[in-house]
């Protein structure tokens, strides 16, 4: 087993807090007639909501400085190779605008909690970061295109699933709504350094949500997603499931594709804070991969 660097999820949180007072400074002073973007980023697109589920590779194609903690309670399906239990997922995410299209972008850490039927432990999630560029922005036609790449380290704990491989992924996410429709949707490509330890995995995801009550100070938006895996490739691992949205296990897994539906509410206060709640349910055999049902609340505080 890899040695654990326990500092560096300690040393992204300090970060995240730092990135917080910064942001929250930032806010304070007037704004200024040459304003590059730094930190308040792109405007015109506050009536969006953000994605809910898969939030690790769902990236959302808006650009702002901001915080987002999120909580997962993931299910097994019993008859699966993971024979039963959950994982539980505690973590923070953060993004920072450098210009009004530019952004830094840290989307996994955080801590696991496994009980499986095979695997019972806890430790430190993988590290991945990232930028993104909204390349198209078109506030008249409510459209907006962003591409962008991250970086995952295996750094994380290997009890929980974690720290098997490094991985790149680059990915284009685009947003287009219509008075209180939004869509949104992302198309990812994971490639592990290794192809012996990680897979090649393909992801799609799709997001709509609808304003009951806009021009609110607390806007209330029901929301509807869908999400797709596809292991494009196997690795050198004989296990028979893949790793989801969660690790990547350089497996074989029974089936190539996975689906599954998540169906919650954003709410929004004053344009700043968003809470989100979503139940997610597979489409797919259950049993197949590690995908049976999940739960997934954010809280977002924007910059």
């Not at 393909?202 to 009951?212: A, E, I, P």
Request: proline fraction near 4%.
């Amino acid at each position: 087993m890899k040695r654990q660097d326990s500092s560096s999820p300690l040393t992204l949180l300090a970060c995240a807090a730092l990135l917080a007072a910064a942001a929250t400074a930032q806010d304070a002073a007037a704004p200024k007639a040459n304003d590059n973007g730094f930190l308040t980023g792109l405007r015109g697109f506050e009536a969006f909501h953000e994605p809910l589920g898969q939030p690790i590779y769902f990236e959302s194609p808006f650009n702002d400085t901001g915080l987002r903690a999120l909580y997962l309670k993931h299910e097994f399906s019993d008859q699966s190779t993971m024979q039963g239990g959950d994982v539980t997922i505690y973590a923070l995410q953060a993004r920072l605008a450098i210009t009004d299209r530019f952004a830094f972008i840290a989307t996994k850490d955080g801590y696991s909690e496994m009980e499986s039927g095979i695997l019972q432990d806890e430790g430190w999630n993988d590290l991945a970061a990232g930028f993104k560029y909204v390349a198209v922005a078109d506030t008249k036609e409510n459209f907006v295109l962003t591409p962008g790449i991250r970086y995952m380290a295996e750094n994380g704990h290997r009890g929980i699933l974690q720290g098997g491989v490094d991985e790149v992924s680059p990915f284009v996410s685009v947003g287009k709504g219509w008075d209180r429709l939004h869509a949104l949707a992302n198309l990812t490509l994971r490639l592990p350094l290794d192809g012996d330890d990680g897979n090649t995995v393909g992801h799609w995801d799709l997001h709509f949500d609808y304003d009951v009550n806009p021009g609110s100070d607390t806007v209330v938006a029901p929301l509807f997603e869908l999400h797709g895996v596809h292991y494009l490739d196997d690795g050198a691992t004989a296990l028979n499931v893949g790793g989801l949205d969660y690790t990547n296990l350089g497996s074989q897994p029974a089936e190539s594709m996975v689906a599954w539906a998540g169906v919650g509410a954003r709410v929004e206060i004053q344009k700043r804070f968003e809470i989100g709640a979503c139940y997610e349910f597979a489409l797919t055999d259950p049993d197949d991969d590690i995908m049976d049902t999940r739960i997934t609340v954010d809280f977002i505080a924007r910059w």
